[in-house]
């Protein structure tokens, strides 16, 4: 199958130090995917590469079959790209911000500044310098960039870093609308887990410089959480520490957790309990993505 990314035996160094280390990755095309790691773990400089800013030592990396490294131009142009530093003009106004760069990179659609500042709730702020922004309105300003040319790839460091909850939801639902209607391949650099959860297709955790986990949720799911912990919210009240055979405890009101061997365990633990006592809901708290991401890093 051919990838829309495909990375393979991939390293990078700054001076003596290996920043990244034998990386394979492959997306597919129209897939969003959740790149983790700690601080320092190599997730910037591995968006660099792939988006053809800086060059690796070794390795063959394909993006839409081309070479980052000699044909870093054709991947920008179809690229956009979220970054800290987000590269706004600040004397400018947002509105001038987006006109210019739409001049840059060609776009024709003479709404589409208009439709970006509109989507991205910045009509009323349209005519103040984009230095003076907060800044959630500078990340939505910088998203509605990279999206001025309707890219097929989007690469975002920490989109919703700086955004209020409503910001958040805003752009995380935009960001999937966009990608199923347009089947735009996402890489999202995040350590909000639970954000990245609810969006992405699979997620790819670098642990220095190396890939050491990738899948969707239920393939880590599958491989790393064996046992169970599952809280049930139920008005049972536990006398012992075991309740048909599964060691349990107190949680809060109505609220008690139950470790099992296994998920298949829960259809059990509910035909006990339902035959005396209602049972309101039941959330296995441990397959989070949080949990999964210190497991693959060996922490529980
Ligand atoms: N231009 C550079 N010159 C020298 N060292 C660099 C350069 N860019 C990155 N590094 C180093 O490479 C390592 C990885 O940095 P990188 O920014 O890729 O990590 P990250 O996973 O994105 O971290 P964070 O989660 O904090 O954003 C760090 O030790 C950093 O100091």
């Known amino acids: 199958m051919n990838h829309f990314i495909n ?14 280390e034998n990386i394979n990755f492959k997306v597919k095309k129209g897939e969003i995917v959740g790149l ?11 968006i660099r590469i792939l988006n053809g800013v800086i060059k690796p ?5 394909s993006v839409n079959g081309m070479d980052p ?19 706004l003009y600040h004397q400018m106004s ?7 760069f739409a001049e840059l990179y060609g776009v024709t659609d003479q709404n589409r500044v208009a439709e970006l500042l509109n989507l991205f709730d910045l009509n009323e702020h349209q005519d ?18 990279a999206l001025l040319h309707k890219p097929d790839i989007l690469f975002l460091d920490e989109p919703t870093n700086g955004l209020d909850p409503d910001g958040i939801q805003m752009v995380l639902s935009y960001l999937k609308k966009y990608n199923q209607e347009t089947g735009t391949t996402i890489i999202i650099c995040s350590h909000v887990l639970h954000q990245l959860e609810t969006i992405c297709d699979s997620f790819a955790f670098i642990e220095k410089g190396t890939i050491a986990e990738q899948g969707t949720l239920i393939q880590l799911e599958n491989k790393y959480v064996q046992n169970v912990t599952v809280k049930v919210n139920t008005t049972f009240k536990p006398q012992e520490k075991q309740y048909s055979g599964f060691p349990c405890r107190v949680l809060g ?5 139950f470790d099992l061997p296994s998920k298949n365990d829960i259809p059990q633990l509910l035909h006990s309990l339902l035959k005396n006592n209602p049972v309101y809901s039941v959330t296995i708290m441990n397959n989070d993505l949080q949990s999964i991401y210190f497991k693959v890093r060996g922490n529980d």
């Open 7 to 20: 990375v393979e035996g991939l390293y990078k160094s700054f001076g003596q130090q290996t920043v990244l």
């Open 36 to 46: 983790l790691g700690p601080n320092g773990a190599g997730k910037t400089t591995f």
């Open 57 to 61: 030592e070794k390795g063959s990396i």
């Open 69 to 87: 490294a000699t044909e870093g131009d054709e991947i920008r142009k179809i690229s956009g790209i979220v970054t800290e530093s987000a590269g």
């Open 94 to 100: 947002g509105k001038e911000n987006l006109e210019l």
């Open 128 to 145: 103040k310098p984009a230095g003076k922004y907060s800044t959630g309105m500078k990340k939505r300003l910088a998203l509605a960039k």
């Open 253 to 257: 009101e109505s609220m008690v957790a």
